[in-house]
């Protein structure tokens, strides 16, 4: 669907600049890259999907690409709600 209606599967250029920079995070971390010809899943059944989430988990667990690509997000929020 999403192929239909932008052209490609690049979700980045559906998503606000922070969202994006999450977005990218979790495909590093995957070790993915965004592409325009396919989803991140095309088929459920292609790939087992338990192996993302445990990389996933571990990087939030660690401090790592995924929750520092957030600290603009929770800086903002910070100001807004102090």
């Given at each position: 669907r999403a192929k239909a209606?932008?052209?490609?599967?690049?979700?980045?250029?559906?998503?606000?600049a922070d969202t994006a920079r999450l977005y990218e995070?979790?495909?590093?971390?995957?070790?993915?890259?965004p592409s325009e010809d396919r989803p991140y899943v095309w088929n459920d059944d292609e790939q087992a999907l338990d192996g993302h989430i445990?990389?996933?988990?571990?990087d939030i667990?660690?401090?790592?690409?995924?929750?520092?690509?957030?600290?603009?997000?929770?800086?903002?929020?910070?100001r807004v709600d102090g």
């Open positions: 209606e932008m052209g490609h599967y690049d979700a980045r250029a559906a998503l606000s995070a979790v495909m590093k971390v995957l070790d993915r890259r445990l990389k996933i988990t571990a667990a660690s401090n790592g690409r995924i929750p520092q690509s957030m600290g603009p997000v929770v800086d903002s929020l910070k």
